[in-house]
């Protein structure tokens, strides 16, 4: 599954009507409610907020028409952000009529160009679970292993006393691999970390 990076607002202009839509990043219903109330709060004269969100991958679906006509707005704005495979994510397109009538066909176009083109602008995650461990190491090794090891590590902790302690996630490496390379460090095994991964 495919995670938004952050929340993120865009707005197209569609036969005179406004059409604003808003992507948060959501973990529970409590978050999109708390949005939808802000939503309604910041936009109080518009006439539809429709809105489909995902949550725990695809566990948790709804998609709400507010209004418009069954399955012109909640629905494509939903296959739109399955189509994108993402996950905890709410999207909210704020509507102003602007005084000419879209039809079924027109309306889900709408939606769906809202949401497509708001999603042409953000950035987007992978989460993958990585090992993480404490690696002890004497201070003679310590530029070495950093070089040799750049970009098979992130450093996320350092303490520097009689020797050097790391806190490191390990990227495309294992414990085998650094204990073979470096004979001289200590591993620890700290269990398993989430790490973000942008997108490009």
């Known amino acids: 599954m495919i995670y938004l990076a952050k929340s993120t607002q865009s707005e197209l202009i569609i036969d005179k009507s406004r059409f604003i839509t808003n992507l948060y990043v959501v973990t529970q219903i409590d978050d999109v409610h708390t949005y939808l109330k802000d939503i309604r709060k910041i936009h109080k004269d518009a006439n539809h907020y429709c809105y489909a969100y995902i949550i725990r991958d695809g566990r948790e679906v709804k998609a709400s028409d507010d209004g418009e006509p069954a399955k012109t707005a909640g629905v494509p704005i939903l296959e739109v952000l399955k189509h994108h495979d993402l996950t905890d994510v709410l999207c909210v397109v704020t509507r102003y009529f602007g005084g000419i009538k879209l039809g079924a066909g027109g309306l889900i176009r709408a939606y769906t160009n809202s949401v497509s083109h708001a999603l042409s602008e953000t ?8 090992s993480i461990a404490e690696i002890e190491l004497p201070y003679a090794l310590y530029d070495t292993f950093s070089y040799q090891l750049k970009d098979h590590i992130t450093i996320i902790d ?6 050097i302690k790391l806190t490191v996630i390990l990227n495309g490496i294992t ?3 650094i204990k073979d390379k470096f004979h001289k460090v200590k591993l620890t095994d700290l269990g398993e970390t989430i790490v973000d991964i942008p997108l490009e």
């Open 175 to 177: 414990y085998a691999e």
């Open 123 to 130: 950035d987007f995650l992978l989460k993958e679970k990585r």
């Open 158 to 163: 350092q303490q520097f006393a009689v020797d």
